[in-house]
């Protein structure tokens, strides 16, 4: 049974790979920051279902506290299955975007994709195989209004993408990044009517958490192993 950690978890899209990936076999860690309960919740669902989960909770872009929850987790077996998709929002035009509003969504995204992925990565060559899959948004590709600095965020996770699959191929580690467009979660609801979505997307629909997750799950998987340093996107035919 492989190792899988997933961050942000307990979310729409992270719950859906959650459940996904331990259908797929695996055990599941579930990374929460402020939403363990959630994720419990989720942990004790997978396994009355017959999967394997647990519940983990740190900051994500506390080097430090990543480090001691992942460092023992690897000490005997590896992560073979990371999905970096723990990412937040902070949105505003960007002359009025206070400094802290820039810094915080960089440092979840990509000093998080740092802090989380690192420590896993000499075990996870030792084994000689492992996916790392990175969440990013079609906001890196097309860029949006408002959200400068989520864009950033995004688009600097789909360059670590491709330069880390580059290092780790001969490895047998696959390493890339799925980027959604509107997917239907709470999120997304706030900020998406349905005649707003069937205006953007040409397939008229937001698309489903449970959809992202089997991108996702195929990557993750053996039948995946020749496709690494890639920015994928699931879109409904936005771009």
């Known amino acids: 049974m492989k190792n899988a950690l997933v961050t942000g978890g307990s979310g729409g899209i992270g719950a ?12 599941v860690y579930i990374h929460a920051h402020r939403g ?11 396994c009355a279902g017959g999967g394997s989960a647990q519940a983990l909770a740190f900051d994500v872009t506390d080097s430090a506290a990543a480090a001691d929850v992942l460092t023992p987790l690897v000490e005997h077996q ?3 299955i990371l999905v970096n998709n723990a990412g937040i929002h902070d949105d505003a035009v960007f002359p009025g975007m206070r400094a802290e509003q820039w810094h915080r969504v960089i440092d979840v995204s990509v000093n998080g994709f740092f802090n989380v992925t690192q420590p896993l990565m000499m075990p996870m060559i030792r084994s000689r195989w492992g996916r790392i899959i990175n969440v990013s948004s079609i906001a890196a590709l097309t860029g949006n ?7 950033a965020a995004k688009g600097a996770l789909n360059s670590a993408t491709k330069s880390l699959a580059r290092e780790i191929a001969s490895r047998g580690i696959t390493v890339n990044a799925v ?9 997304s609801e706030s900020a998406f009517d349905a005649r707003e979505i069937a205006r ?8 489903s958490p449970a959809e992202v997750a089997d991108l996702i799950g195929f990557l993750a998987s053996a039948q995946a192993a020749y496709i690494t340093g890639q920015i994928i996107s699931i879109n409904g035919g936005m771009i």
């Open 16 to 27: 859906a790979i959650c459940r996904r990936l331990a259908a797929d076999g695996c055990h």
């Open 36 to 46: 363990l309960q959630a994720a419990q919740t989720l942990a004790v669902a997978i």
């Open 78 to 80: 590896p992560i073979q």
């Open 145 to 151: 209004a408002g959200q400068v600095n989520y864009s």
């Open 179 to 187: 980027a959604p467009g509107i997917i239907d979660t709470p999120m």
């Open 200 to 207: 953007l997307v040409p397939m008229k629909r937001a698309g």
